[in-house]
Nanobody, 114 residues
């Protein structure tokens, strides 16, 4: 069974940086399309970034500030968050998408103080 575990969240001051990691077990990340979503309080989960077909894509709200990468040797994907804003405060989720279905991590809280 494929499992995803997010780490690296916490409290950070506005303008600072934070790195989220997603560790995948039970499968290799090269076999999946990988992505990050986030969910604001009282809102639906929204897409943040993804890697598919060797290309990396970002939502307009994070483009130029966040960088998604994957490390095949470590079987992890990261989300490097720079110039963080208070409006980035959310629960962040890692997702692995394959033909049978999608697998989600449990989510991790990121809180940005002003």
């Amino acid at each position: 069974q494929v499992n995803l575990l997010e780490s690296g969240g916490g409290l950070v001051q506005a303008g600072g940086s934070l790195n989220l990691s997603c560790t995948v077990s039970g499968g290799t990340i090269s076999s999946y399309r990988m992505g990050w979503y986030r969910q604001f309080p009282g809102k639906e989960r929204e897409w943040v970034a993804g890697i598919s077909g060797g290309n990396t894509y970002y939502s307009d709200s994070v483009k130029g500030r966040f960088t998604m990468s994957r490390d095949v040797a470590k079987n992890t994907v990261d989300l490097q968050m720079n110039r963080i804003k208070p409006e980035d405060t959310a629960i962040y989720y890692c997702i692995a998408a394959d033909t049978p279905g999608d697998v989600w991590g449990q989510g991790i809280q990121v809180t940005v103080s002003s």
